[in-house]
């Protein structure tokens, strides 16, 4: 299995301040990564997921973005927060031979 | 492209009661199917998956879920519920490849003494 860690676990950031978010992984190599946004009544909502090092796919256009430098390292960036940028920020792993996804403890970013 | 909808926000349930969280999905191709947990203050958590075989799907706490092709759905069952069941809980489609995961917008259970 897979341990996500993800830091910092809250934020709280003025509009039009950047956003760096940070997911490593231990536990396997190659891992799939993804970054979810959660919110209250609408699921969670697929941002960006990466299939190796350098590969980024996008889902939803929008003001953030995502880099992967490493095999185990996910990042979430922006260099402007939005107030609608507002929310609860889940990384993820997947990947194995059992389809299972394994959850990061997630960072709560307030944009004010 | 992958949907999941899950028709109820909210179910509230009295303890040892049966209960149904419903789940259908749409895909154009062979899906994998999941169901997450997630306490209160907790991080989603794995309940039980269908990949492939028996249609009746065992999971942990008594959880079972049942894929049903023809109706495209994957509801999760438990015959006698507890206050520990209090939760959100999230059905989710996964492409073959493997490569993304759709959630639903979830399903509140609350269990009432």
């Known amino acids: 299995s897979q341990t996500i860690h993800q830091w910092p676990a809250t934020l709280v950031q003025p509009v039009g301040s950047p956003l760096s978010l940070e997911c490593t992984v231990e536990?396997?190599?190659?891992?799939?990564l993804y970054w979810y946004r959660q919110a209250a009544g609408r699921g969670l909502q697929l941002l960006f997921y990466?299939?190796?090092?350098?590969?980024i796919s996008s889902e939803v256009p929008q003001n953030l973005s995502a880099s992967r430098p490493q095999d185990r390292q996910f990042i979430l960036s922006s260099k402007k927060l939005l107030l609608s940028d507002s929310g609860f920020y889940l990384c993820?792993?997947?990947?194995?031979?059992?389809?299972?996804?394994?959850f990061g403890p997630g960072t709560r970013l307030t944009v004010t | 492209a992958q949907s999941v909808t899950q028709l109820d926000s909210q179910v509230p349930v009295f303890e040892e009661a049966p209960v149904e969280l419903r789940c259908n999905y749409s895909?154009?191709?062979?899906?994998?199917l999941f169901w997450y947990v997630q306490y209160p203050n907790q991080g989603l958590q794995l309940l039980l998956k269908?990949?492939?075989?028996?249609?009746l799907v065992k999971g942990i706490n008594g959880f079972e879920a049942e894929f049903n092709k023809s109706q495209t759905s994957f509801h999760l069952r438990k015959p006698s519920v507890h206050i520990s069941d209090t939760a959100e809980y999230f059905c989710?489609?996964?492409?073959?490849?493997?490569?993304?995961?759709?959630f639903g917008a979830g399903t509140r259970l609350f269990v009432k003494a």
């Open positions: 536990g396997t190599s190659n891992p799939n």
């Open positions: 993820v792993g997947g990947g194995g031979f059992s389809y299972e996804q394994y």
């Open positions: 269908y990949l492939s075989g028996s249609t």
């Open positions: 990466s299939v190796g090092i350098g590969q």
């Open positions: 895909s154009s191709v062979s899906v994998y």
């Open positions: 989710a489609v996964s492409d073959t490849g493997g490569f993304k995961t759709i």
